[in-house]
């Protein structure tokens, strides 16, 4: 039986910063059919939470700082299920930001993760991002090791990518997810400057240990269906 938030906590961190426009991460929110995102400092800390509800009207003009919910909820990795179902209780938040020692995002935790751990049953994550999801039209790319040749097949334009931790003799995990205004100059960069990945991924970026996929998002945020 779980104890810890580490053990059901969803490990698909899909994040946003507080400069992004409001309207496109509403799109990404939606392509990916999700309700929220933390907001990330660039070193990986939380510094809020932005959800669906906060971005709908937002004006063309609007960042995410002026939509998000701060200061952030966050609950250390090492936490117990109760600890974190009272956090949930006391702030009314059905999210809640789970961080590492550093204090660097790793997961995200949810209600339903912590009703699940509470009585015992697994916390299931269902795979985000398949090559064709039905529901929103949105394509991925198939799995590639980040390296600067693969990289060229990612177009100069708005996008989501996912980065996968695939170590010998273990199971592939994805372990980030985030959208970007030019996915081919992002993963560029991170190839070119291993330090600007997640901190707590530098040391599969270094090691090369890192596969991608990645999807293109229209101006409404995802790709007509059948968009190859």
Known sequence: MAVAVSEIMNHEVFSVRAGDQATKVMQHLMALGITGAPVLEADGRPVGFVSLRDLVGAPESAHVLSRMSAPVESVVEHASIREVAERMSETARQHLVVVD??????????????????????????EAFPHFDPRTGVSWSNDAQLSFAAVESAPAGPGLFVLIDAQPGHANRIVWSEGTDNLHVRL???????????????DAAVSGRLWFRWASTAARGVLPKGTP
């Open 101 to 126: 020692a550093h204090g660097h995002a790793v997961g995200v935790v949810s209600t339903l993760d912590v009703i699940r751990g509470l009585i015992g049953r697994p916390a299931p994550h269902p």
């Open 188 to 202: 560029r960069d991170l190839l070119a400057t291993p330090a600007s990945a997640p901190p707590h991924l530098v």
